[in-house]
T-cell receptor
Framework: AQSVSQHNHHVILSEAASLELGCNYS??????LFWYVQYPGQHLQLLLK??????LVKGIKGFEAEFIKSKFSFNLRKPSVQWSDTAEYFC???????????FGTGTRLKVLA | NAGVTQTPKFQVLKTGQSMTLQCAQD?????MYWYRQDPGMGLRLIYY???????DKGEVPNGYNVSRLNKREFSLRLESAAPSQTSVYFC?????????????FGPGTRLTVL
């Protein structure tokens, strides 16, 4: 069965620190990968997505993610975080033509001003 | 263009009561989903509807029923609420076609069962 692992459950950073959140999935076929963000009290919003092509994907608010097929990974990065990046981040995977998304358990990021 | 809307935003029930959570989308998406979100467990799929007229169980369907009323609306019913169903419920919709594959989420319903 497909699964998504986010190993960092809680991350605390100071403003201007660099961020990398891990995401690993288990599926051998073609995948579509997503990162969603949930700000406090809000619903999930799409940060970025990967379907094909350049494995380095750029999203909104300065976030990027790199798809490394050999490692089954899709890690999220940001060079310099801001206080407003405090949120919960979810990685998700689906396969082309299927209906189900598989979400990771989320990483709660707190950025200290 | 409202996207995905959910009602109510908050609800408190007593054990054994029933209620229906409503969801509607105006993006003409074929697929719709119901998730529950619990601390430390991420989002778990309760039911989904690949297209109008079809529904399928997800990861945690017990205690819930759904109705895909039409293309726009997908409701979730709790027939006899239990404290274990205290959660935040999110509805989502998606067009499963090519690169337009992301899910769009509603604002959520926070449900407490006493």
């Amino acid at each position: 069965a497909q699964s998504v692992s986010q190993h960092n459950h809680h991350v605390i950073l100071s403003e201007a620190a660099s961020l990398e959140l891990g995401c690993n999935y288990s599926y051998g076929g073609t995948v579509n990968l997503f990162w969603y963000v949930q700000y406090p009290g809000q619903h999930l919003q799409l940060l970025l997505k990967y379907f094909s092509g350049d494995p380095l994907v750029k999203g909104i608010k300065g976030f990027e993610a790199e798809f490394i097929k050999s490692k089954f990974s899709f890690n999220l990065r940001k060079p310099s975080v801001q206080w407003s990046d405090t949120a919960e981040y979810f990685c998700a995977v689906t396969t082309s033509g299927t209906y189900k998304y598989i979400f990771g358990t989320g990483t709660r990021l707190k950025v200290l001003a | 263009n409202a996207g995905v809307t959910q009602t109510p935003k908050f609800q408190v029930l007593k054990t054994g009561q029933s209620m229906t959570l409503q969801c509607a989308q105006d993006m003409n998406h074929n697929s719709m989903y119901w998730y529950r979100q619990d601390p430390g467990m991420g989002l778990r799929l309760i039911y989904y509807s690949a297209s109008e007229g079809t529904t399928d169980k997800g990861e945690v369907p017990n205690g819930y029923n759904v109705s895909r009323l039409n293309k726009r609306e997908f409701s979730l019913r709790l027939e006899s609420a239990a404290p274990s169903q205290t959660s935040v419920y999110f509805c989502a919709s998606r067009e499963v076609a090519g690169i337009y594959n992301e899910q769009f989420f509603g604002p959520g319903t926070r449900l407490t069962v006493l």
